[in-house]
Structures are given as C-alpha cells and as structure tokens.
C-alpha cells in the first residue's frame, strides 16, 4: 500500500477516524466519503491542513504512518518534513528493503528503532539512513547480527550528531570500526554495547573515553575481553558517567571500582555481577566516594539525600566480598535497599552476605521486634 497516490477513503477512514475526533473536535465528520467540516471548508482527506495532518499523525501508530506518507505527493512531503521519530520493530519480514524505500523520504528523522527479534538488516539499510538522517540522534540496531563495519563506518559519516546507540547483540562488528565511530560521533551520551565481545575492546574504549566525553550510560554486559585499561579509560574520559553495566566482564578488578570511585561522582547504577575479581578493596573506594563527593556543585549548603550517590549495585555472584565491607556502601548510600519490594542493593549467589542490611529493613525489624514484645 506504501507509496500508492490513490489510498482508499475507507482506510484513512479507519486510521484516522479517532484521531481526528480527537485533534479537530465535533465540528469534524467523519464519514463514510472521507472528511467533511461545517461550512463545507474540508471536503478530503487531501484537504486536510499540514498543521492538522502531522498533530493527527502523532496520535497514530508508525505503520498509519507510513500509510499516510502514500496518500499524496503533498502529504508525502509533509510528513518527510516533520517526522521525527519512527519504529520498525513491528515489521518481522522485510525490514530492510522498507529501511531503504523510506529513509530516503523521512530524511528529518531524529529517532529510529529498528530492534529485530530476528536479524533482517544488511549495512545497505544503514548505509542509507547514514546517507539521508543526518539529524539522527537515537538509533537501536539492537540484534542486527547481520551487520558488518561497513555499518559503524557509514554511520560515522553520516549521523555525527548521534546521542545514543543501542548495537547490543551485533556481534560481528571490530574494534577497530567502533574506535572510528567514536572519533566522529563524539556526542554520544548512551551506548550500548551488550554482547559485543569483539568491538568492545580495550582499544575501543580508549577511543570512546578520548572522544566521547559527555557519555552518561554504557552497557558493556558480558563483553568478557575488557579489562582494567578499558574500564578506566572511560572512568578518567567520560566524568559525567551515570550508568556502568559491566555485568559478566570477569577480568576486572578493583582498580576499575576504584577509578570509577575517584573520577565519576554522578554515577547512580553500577552492574558487577560475576565480577569475582572485586574484593572489599573496591567496595571501601566506593563508600569513601560517598563522603569525599558529599559538598555537590549544585548543593548550597544542603547535605546528601536519597537521590545523591548509588542508586542501584548488583554484586551478585561476588564471592570474594565480606559483610563489612558490603555494608559500608550500604551505610553510605541511602538509596541502596535490601529490604523486601525495594531491591537495589543486589546481592543473589552471596550467601556469606546474607547479614547485610539497609537502614529501613533493620528499622522493620526492630519495629516488628518491639510489636511482638508489647504483644507478650
């Protein structure tokens, strides 16, 4: 039905029907020879003004979307002109040819997802959005397995304004093409990386803390080659660093905890599980953090709260750490829960920590400790 000029009046009918009730009001009618306005001012769906047509499009999904842009040359180019966000996850065959026959017409689109349940894009598909999305800031490639560096180098080129980029599960992609995306692309906030054992090197990761300084989020889940070198090439690179998933990275130490520690204080959400290699060491960098950030360059005489400092660490799988030690973060960070319902504080496969507690758990239980009492 895409790019047809003669749409049939009773499917724009039935696209549109709720949608312009709701941004025209009753003086619209729907019916069934298309739109009709009081005073006889709209007599189509054509008629219909851009203004109009793109707070309607909107309300709708992106296949009504797509739809639409084959109505009318008119309408093509106004959705062209003011399209700004579109998702494709829907599409479970084919997705790469209908990448390549609407990126040339949605070239202002600043978002698009294209997560795959199974792997439908070639680098032709990205090549194309790099040759006409230059306003690209958010784009998921998520599971592309398809995708070869020629992919990160087009899109180096063509979407040097990008914020983030979700490649998790593209497992064909180097180093070496992710070190050239991040030398280009140096606005990225969030990057996701899960699962891209071979691109997310220590080499990589020099690249995106030398040039990548305002990173905020990076998901580097069970990419088991990084080490140390990378790890602290972000924490001394990107100081702005919020959320760090190094969840399954087993060659770690504490000299990435303790880098993160003394370079990053708005980090809020830590991921260590399976890093076995993290003792207390890292633990008592991370609760002294707390006290050596405590005067925040926002505060004006107000102290640490809730919302200051970690928010979420999962150490599970840590064997190596000792109850002490776990309840100095804890201590240190009111934001960090063990108590039921609020988990943030994650602790699954640490058996020897089962004595770790958050401030409102030990307050329940001297509260539940006191009922019982005043019971007897």
């Given at each position: 039905m895409v790019g047809k000029e003669n749409l049939r009046t009773e499917d724009l009918n039935l696209c549109f029907e709720k949608p312009m009730m709701l941004v025209a009001g009753d003086g619209m009618d729907v019916g069934a020879k298309g739109v009709q306005m009081d005073g006889g001012v709209l007599a189509g769906w054509k008629d219909i003004p851009m203004e109009l047509l793109l707070q309607i499009l909107s309300l709708v999904d992106d296949r009504t979307?797509?739809?639409?842009?084959?109505?009318?040359?008119?309408?093509?180019?106004?959705?062209?002109?003011?399209?700004?966000?579109?998702?494709?996850?829907?599409?479970?065959?084919?997705?790469?040819?209908?990448?390549?026959?609407?990126?040339?017409?949605?070239?202002?689109?600043?978002?698009?997802?294209?997560?795959?349940?199974?792997?439908?894009?070639?680098?032709?598909?990205?090549?194309?959005?790099?040759?006409?999305?230059?306003?690209?800031?958010?784009?998921?490639?998520?599971?592309?397995?398809?995708?070869?560096?020629?992919?990160?180098?087009?899109?180096a080129h063509g979407c040097r304004d990008l914020k983030r980029l979700n490649i998790s599960g593209c497992t064909a992609f180097s180093d070496t093409a992710l070190a050239y995306l991040a030398s280009y692309c140096r606005k990225l906030k969030v990057l996701n990386l899960c699962g891209c054992v071979k691109a997310a090197s220590d080499t990589a990761l020099q690249a995106i803390g030398q040039y990548c300084n305002h990173l905020q989020s990076v998901n580097l889940g069970w990419c088991e080659n990084v080490t140390d070198v990378g790890v602290m090439s972000l924490a001394y690179g990107c100081p702005d660093l919020r959320i760090l998933d190094l969840c399954g990275c087993?060659?770690?130490?504490?000299?990435?905890?303790?880098?993160?520690?003394?370079?990053?204080?708005?980090?809020?959400?830590?991921?260590?599980?399976?890093?076995?290699?993290?003792?207390?060491?890292?633990?008592?960098?991370?609760?002294?953090?707390?006290?050596?950030?405590?005067?925040?360059?926002?505060?004006?005489?107000?102290?640490?709260?809730?919302?200051?400092?970690?928010?979420?660490?999962?150490?599970?799988?840590?064997?190596?750490?000792?109850?002490?030690?776990?309840?100095?973060?804890?201590?240190?960070?009111?934001?960090?829960?063990?108590?039921?319902?609020?988990?943030?504080?994650?602790?699954?496969?640490?058996?020897?920590?089962?004595?770790?507690?958050?401030?409102?758990?030990?307050?329940?239980?001297r509260a539940a400790t006191a009922f019982l009492h005043s019971a007897h």
């Open positions: 979307v797509i739809v639409a842009s084959g109505v009318c040359r008119g309408w093509r180019d106004a959705i062209c002109f003011g399209l700004a966000h579109l998702s494709l996850s829907w599409c479970q065959k084919n997705m790469n040819n209908l990448v390549l026959s609407l990126a040339p017409k949605f070239a202002r689109l600043q978002n698009l997802i294209l997560r795959q349940d199974k792997p439908q894009l070639g680098d032709d598909a990205v090549e194309t959005i790099a040759s006409y999305c230059h306003d690209l800031q958010v784009l998921d490639l998520s599971k592309s397995f398809k995708l070869s560096d020629l992919s990160l180098y087009a899109l087993v060659l770690i130490t504490d000299d990435s905890v303790i880098a993160l520690a003394n370079m990053c204080p708005h980090l809020r959400s830590l991921g260590l599980y399976y890093c076995q290699n993290i003792t207390d060491r890292a633990m008592y960098s991370l609760a002294h953090s707390c006290i050596k950030n405590k005067p925040t360059k926002w505060g004006t005489g107000k102290g640490k709260n809730d919302d200051d400092g970690l928010r979420t660490l999962n150490i599970s799988q840590c064997t190596a750490l000792t109850p002490p030690a776990v309840q100095a973060v804890c201590d240190s960070f009111p934001a960090l829960h063990t108590c039921s319902g609020r988990h943030s504080l994650i602790m699954s496969g640490c058996l020897n920590l089962i004595s770790v507690h958050c401030a409102c758990a030990v307050q329940a239980h």
